[in-house]
């Protein structure tokens, strides 16, 4: 059975494109099988993108983990045009649609990595942000947030958006745990918009 955060090449191809508003702007995506929320940018990544526009972010390039097809990135990129931000994910095929999308939405101040986690991402971030597959498990989810420390510079942030039912309250203890501060700075029919600073 596929998986949107694995890899299978061979899985059929039935591409989708819609027009949606983030942050102000009106973006373009293309989606296909295989991929997060092929149909519509997700409640949980609009909940995150606006939360996110409405902090005071600190400085430096921004990470966005686990981008599948980039809306949460490419939003983010439009609004910071000159912000470098990176946008990674284990499955190929996402990536290759979050390249298409840039381009087609004329934006160029990304970079798309394939990564699993952080394994291929090199440098520091002011603010990570993600999105995470909860479907990987929680050894994924715990890792994306853990490790997100590595990768932030000194006061850089984390935002992650995590549904109550499906870890929040485990996921914001953890984080707790390894950063400076860790709270829940958006509750919205039962996603939570967790924050932490390194």
Known sequence: MNHYYTNDPDL????HSFDFELGGHSLRFTSDNGVFSKHTVDF???VLIATILAE???????LDVGTGYGPIGLALAKHFPDRQV????VNERALALAQRNATDNDISNVTIVESSMYDQIDGQFGVIVTN???RAGKTIVSGILAGAAEHLLP???LYAVIQK???APSALKLMKTIYQDASIVKKEHGYYILKATK
């Open 44 to 46: 949980g990544s609009r």
């Open 155 to 157: 006061h850089g942030q």
């Open 86 to 89: 990176t946008m990674s994910d």
């Open 56 to 62: 005071e972010l600190p400085t430096g390039p921004i």
């Open 165 to 167: 039912k499906q870890g």
């Open 132 to 134: 995470p597959p909860i």
């Open 12 to 15: 059929a191809h039935d591409e």
